[in-house]
């Protein structure tokens, strides 16, 4: 059987498709040399030992940070997972006071609660001495009335790691 000029390939070859250009846009972006964001602000800039994305601000990183956090303490198994954002966006010494806390509180140190929000929305704050604070708003309920509860999160401008967390 001929097959037409213009003929539509099945869903799953346009899926597939997809899949393969948003990985190969993926793949260009992340191999955007690091010399281009070099000159931004040096202040949204963290070390590169740290293997944080370079030129990303600190509230953007703090916001990635809660929307893998959520999403991984959401989801069953995520345990794991969300051990490992820890360790990757979080100091040392904020993880240590995290411990300290959830054993005193029985919740979870980084969203303050024993649940997880239906949804978050981090704005940033202002910055100084080598830190600079984001305001993080998480909902807990839908409707009229939503109820909200709000961190206050400091990241280290050096490294770009998340040095505290209150509210």
């Known amino acids: 059987m001929p097959r037409l000029r213009h003929a539509q390939r099945p869903r799953g070859l346009r899926a597939v498709g997809r899949t393969l250009l948003a990985t190969t846009v993926l793949t260009a ?3 955007v040399p690091a010399a281009a964001a070099a000159t931004r602000a040096p202040a949204i800039v963290p ?3 740290t293997g944080h994305a370079v030129g990303v601000p600190a509230h953007q990183r703090v916001a990635h940070f ?5 999403d991984a303490v959401t989801a069953r198994g995520g ?3 969300a051990t490992a954002l820890r360790t990757f ?3 040392p010494h904020l993880r240590t006071q995290l411990d300290a806390w959830e054993r005193r509180n ?6 303050r609660a024993q649940n997880t929000p239906l949804a978050f929305r981090v704005t940033p704050g202002d910055s100084g001495a080598g830190h600079t ?5 998480l909902t807990w309920s839908n409707g009229k009335h939503p109820r909200y509860t709000y961190l206050t999160v400091q ?4 490294t770009g790691r998340i040095s505290g967390i209150s509210g």
């Open 133 to 137: 604070w984001s305001k993080v708003r």
């Open 155 to 158: 990241s280290d401008l050096r």
């Open 106 to 111: 029985h919740a979870d140190g980084v969203l």
């Open 29 to 31: 972006l992340a191999a």
């Open 66 to 70: 809660y929307g893998a956090y959520v």
């Open 47 to 49: 070390a590169a030992a």
């Open 89 to 91: 966006y979080l100091t």
């Open 79 to 81: 345990g794991g997972l």
